[in-house]
């Protein structure tokens, strides 16, 4: 049980660091409607971006050794 709280401890800090430097880029680089036009849909670009924060997140999940 330990150990699996150590590595749920590691997958979110992964995901708060991965989510909070996604949001800098998406909001102060790229700008949102950029990338909404790059897309050409809101939905696919809210897909898009939710997938990248979830799947490297739970790959840190799968992969961090107990």
């Known amino acids: 049980m330990k150990l699996k709280k150590r590595k749920i401890k590691h997958a979110a800090l ?3 660091c991965w989510f909070a430097l996604l ?4 909001d102060v680089v790229l700008k ?7 897309f050409g849909s809101y ?4 897909v ?6 979830l799947l490297p997140t ?4 799968r ?4």
Not at 23 to 26: M, N
Not at 58 to 61: E, G, P, R, T
Not at 63 to 66: A, D, P, Q
């Open 32 to 38: 949102f409607q950029t990338l909404v036009d790059l």
């Open 48 to 53: 898009v971006l939710v997938l990248l924060v």
């Open 63 to 66: 992969f961090t050794k107990e």
């Open 14 to 16: 992964f995901f708060l």
């Open 58 to 61: 739970w790959a840190v999940y």
């Open 23 to 26: 949001v800098l880029l998406v």
């Open 43 to 46: 939905a696919l670009t809210e």
